[in-house]
């Protein structure tokens, strides 16, 4: 496994470019809002429109609720008491309706918040798993580091902050243009000029004080990848850890990447110091800037001809407007030091967004859509490819994707019904790897491989070297990876599912597990690569094999952990339930359920013999 495995000191950015607030961050940011807003009436277009008309009306109510006190000391100035009873009924109705209209965007932007997490979720998965990207993600690429964390805390982060932003940043327009037009009528262009100007200083100086702040935390959310995929290495090999007493070595590897996590956080702060530092100076600043812009008239003679009295009122009225023109600017740069968690969130989900495009785009060649996936549920039409043939190798070079080892040189074979075959060789010769050529998840350097049928149940069936088990019922597992009830006619007509399934899982050796298990459907809490013993995963890889009944069987070291008398049983199963068989195996015995033995000797090099121990076994069963 490559995800999270990466050095634990390093950037994380593999040879890219540093993640900054750059072009490269607003075409990332612009494709992610693409997903966000996936079009008109969305759903969160919609809440964005309501959030905006409940974010305006707050703007009124605020104004109303801000002139009170003023209306207060008119009141009790006047000693009127009717006018007193009004304006506090006024008062409590305005603070109510404020109260709700606050609470209603908050709501609506946690909403937001749960919607955009959804899309942003679903969109990653539906490239993720389209064709074998995850396969090529986790195994091939090793520039992206934890994809699993990008598509689960980055993504959750990038939606809370981007939302805890949304009700400041739809209503900045508005109060933006209208304090000001506001300003610009009491002070004249001075005014908003000066201010707009000083945003314009406070914002690129704030630039430049976020941009190291963006790759940091890029940094840091790739060690927090790599800390937590530690403990979940631990979580699942806690057996063979326990056996070697792996505990002290292991508390000192886990203990290193969370040092190497909290001394990049250590420097987050410290860059982020600086960010504060900018931010509180400028919004304090900001508070003198309104007597700054009155004070250049008034010194260079302009109000000369007023009297004090009228100058100080003319202060106050113009401070009022530019102070909160300036409130509205203050408002969005103390926003900066989100604006830096979102960048940072948006390079990440950015990279895994194009890495996965692009993996997507790749396809192989040699497989047509049609057969890089399952029929999951189980609906079989007709199938158009010819049915004695499985796989078509011509003149096929294959080396490792990563280093460029040569494994086999100018291989030409046919694999088709009745012709099993068993790969052999030593240890790291490229047995596996042509499997992964035949299963498309390697390209070949050279030559062409055709793959004639689909897979799944009529076409070919792989059971990998490592068994694999998903979560969920003992059915479940026997039937994966469909989906739902196998269609039972289609190849024993009259016999039920149920029926099938026990018999088959009695037919692997596995009598005892639909006791263990409480039954075929009960919903079982346990990970069943902790309770099956390796021979168990195995029998169970059979009976799934057994139940799916393919045509072609692809056995990678299937029975390593079973004794040559189980093994033996298996393989004739399987050839008497009509399967041709292709396997990786070490033991002689195995040869005599094939015909022909590939020889890999390394280094290209191959021999094609024909095996005449080949047993002959009563017909098919099922086909
Ligand atoms: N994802 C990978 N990245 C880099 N090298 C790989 C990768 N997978 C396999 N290899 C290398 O390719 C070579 C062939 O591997 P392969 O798994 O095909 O061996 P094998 O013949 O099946 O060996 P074994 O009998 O041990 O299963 C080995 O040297 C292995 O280290």
New binding site residues.
């Given amino acids: 496994m490559?995800g999270g495995s990466g050095s634990a000191g390093g950037a994380g950015t593999g040879g890219r470019a540093v993640p900054r607030l750059d072009g490269l961050f607003l075409r990332r940011f612009l494709r992610l809002l693409a997903v966000l807003f996936p079009g008109w009436p969305s759903a969160s277009a919609l809440m964005f429109l309501t959030l905006l008309g409940v974010a305006l009306l707050e703007q009124l109510v605020i104004y109303q609720v801000g002139v009170i006190p003023s209306q207060y000391y008119e009141v009790l100035g006047n000693k009127d008491f009717s006018g007193f009873k009004t304006l506090t009924a006024v008062a409590v109705t305005l603070i109510i309706v404020n109260s709700t209209l606050k609470s209603f965007d908050q709501f609506i932007c946690n909403m937001m918040y749960v919607n955009w997490r959804k899309s942003l979720t679903e969109y990653l998965h539906s490239c993720y798993f389209q064709g074998q990207v995850y396969y090529s993600l986790h195994?091939?690429r090793e520039d992206i580091d934890n994809p699993d964390q990008r598509i689960s805390q980055d993504v959750e982060r990038f939606c809370r902050q981007l939302s805890s932003m949304a009700s400041k940043l739809v209503i900045s327009p508005f109060t933006l243009a209208y304090y000001t037009h506001q300003c610009f009528h009491s002070t004249g262009w001075l005014g908003p000029v000066s201010i707009f100007g000083y945003f314009v200083i406070g914002t690129i100086a704030n630039k430049l004080l976020m941009s190291p702040i963006v790759s940091k935390l890029v940094q840091q959310e790739k060690l927090e990848g790599d800390f937590r995929f530690k403990h979940m290495q631990i979580r699942v090999n806690a057996e063979p850890a326990a056996f070697y007493r792996a505990g002290r070595v292991e508390h000192m590897r886990t203990d290193r990447r969370l040092q190497s996590l909290l001394q990049t956080q250590r420097e987050l702060i410290g860059k982020e110091l600086w960010l504060y530092i900018g931010i509180n100076t400028f919004d304090y600043l900001g508070s003198i800037l309104s007597y700054v812009v009155i004070a250049i008239p008034i010194f260079s003679g302009v109000y000369s001809d007023l009297s004090p009295t009228e100058l100080s009122a003319l202060v106050s009225k113009n401070a009022f407007v530019s102070i909160y023109l300036i409130g509205c600017f203050s408002q969005l740069i103390d926003l900066s030091s989100t604006v830096t968690d979102v960048a940072g969130y948006t390079h990440r989900i950015g990279e895994l967004q194009e890495t996965l495009l692009s993996l997507g785009r790749k396809k192989n060649g040699n497989y047509s859509e049609a057969k890089t996936s399952w029929d999951l549920d189980g609906h079989f039409g007709e199938d158009p490819a010819p049915r004695d043939t499985a796989f078509l190798l011509d003149q096929v070079t294959l080396s490792?994707?990563?280093?460029g080892?040569l494994?086999i040189k100018d291989l030409s074979l046919r694999i088709s019904q009745g012709n099993s075959v068993m790969i052999v060789?030593?240890?790291?010769?490229?047995?596996?790897?042509?499997?992964?050529v035949l299963g498309g998840l390697w390209e070949s350097t050279r030559g062409s491989i055709k793959m004639l049928t689909c897979f799944g149940p009529r076409g070919v069936v792989f059971l990998p070297?490592r068994p694999f088990f998903t979560d969920g019922s003992l059915r479940e597992q026997v039937i994966y990876p469909l989906k739902e009830i196998y269609p039972v006619s289609a190849f024993s007509p009259g016999s039920a599912d149920d029926e099938r399934i026990v018999r088959f899982l009695e037919l692997a050796g596995l009598t005892d597990l639909l006791a263990r298990a409480g039954g075929l459907d009960e919903q079982v809490d346990w990970n069943w690569y902790d309770i099956l013993s390796p021979g168990e995963m195995q029998r169970l890889s059979f009976a799934r094999l057994f139940y799916l009944q393919p045509k072609y069987a692809v056995l990678?070291?299937a029975t390593s952990a079973l004794t040559e008398e189980v093994e033996h049983e298996l393989y004739r199963l399987c050839l008497q339930l009509g399967m041709t068989l292709i396997s990786?195996g070490?033991r002689p015995s195995l040869e005599k359920f094939h015909s022909w033995i590939l020889k890999?000797h390394g280094e290209g090099r191959w021999e094609l013999t024909r095996c005449e121990k080949m047993k002959r076994l009563p017909a098919g069963e099922g086909h």
Avoid at 400 to 403: A, E, L, Q, R, T
Avoid at 425 to 436: A, I, M, Q
């Fill in positions: 490559a195994v091939l490792v994707p990563s280093s080892k494994l060789g030593n240890t790291g010769t490229g047995k596996t790897s042509l499997l992964r070297q990678d070291e990786v070490h890999l």
